[in-house]
């Protein structure tokens, strides 16, 4: 299974799509929404709430937090 470029959602096999920039650079979007955000927008998957990127930055920043 191949994770989303944006949201960092799991993507089962023959759903989602796949975006491929002329530099060669593979994208795989899970959701039109995604795609959007990433391509259209310009926006960073780990600055919105909704993704499971920035829920998996902000367990970082804390575990790194509680060690100090």
Do not use: H, P
């Not at 920043?61 to 100090?68: E, F, G, H, I, T």
Request: include cysteine; proline fraction near 0%.
């Amino acid at each position: 299974m191949v994770k989303c470029s944006f949201c960092g959602k799991q993507i089962t096999k023959g759903t989602g799509e796949m975006y491929i920039k002329a530099d060669g650079k593979i994208f795989y979007f899970c959701s039109n929404k995604c795609e959007k955000n990433q391509i259209s927008l310009k926006r960073k998957g780990r600055n919105l709430k909704w993704t499971e990127t920035f829920a998996a930055e902000k367990k970082k920043k804390q575990s790194s937090a509680k060690k100090k």
